[in-house]
Nanobody, 121 residues
Framework: VQLQASGGGLVQAGGSLRLSCAASESTFSIKAGGWYRQAPGKQRELVAVISSGDSTNYADSVKGRFTISRDNAKNTVYLQMNNLKPEDTAVYFC????????????????WGHGTQVTVSS
């Protein structure tokens, strides 16, 4: 399965974007997911995660501005980003844990390709 990340782009400071991370195959069900980002010259860092029970956790730098959610029907994890700042500029990656319909007790982890988010001042 592939995780298809989309929704990145160029936005002015204070603007909003919504990132989506969708599984390419309906036989794979996303149970939990997360978003990470990597800015030039920096290590990849956790932005937000959502568990199978829908509990969420955020990096301190995005609390109150970003919201992670998932839609089981669409098999997609979202990251709503509001009040964006130039320091949010990075390539954003999604990660998902889930299982296939023919082996529901066997977990798999996948990474999506990155999507660029650029915030201008």
């Amino acid at each position: 399965v592939q995780l298809q990340a989309s929704g990145g782009g160029l936005v002015q400071a204070g603007g909003s974007l919504r990132l989506s991370c969708a599984a390419s195959e309906s036989t794979f069900s996303i149970k939990a997911g997360g978003w990470y980002r990597q800015a030039p010259g920096k290590q990849r860092e956790l932005v937000a995660v959502i568990s199978s029970g829908d509990s969420t956790n955020y990096a301190d730098s995005v609390k109150g501005r970003f919201t992670i959610s998932r839609d089981n029907a669409k098999n997609t994890v979202y990251l709503q980003m509001n009040n964006l700042k130039p320091e949010d500029t990075a390539v954003y990656f999604c990660n998902a844990r889930g299982s296939y319909s023919d082996s529901p007790l066997v977990p798999y982890h996948y990474w999506g390709h990155g999507t660029q988010v650029t915030v201008s001042s």
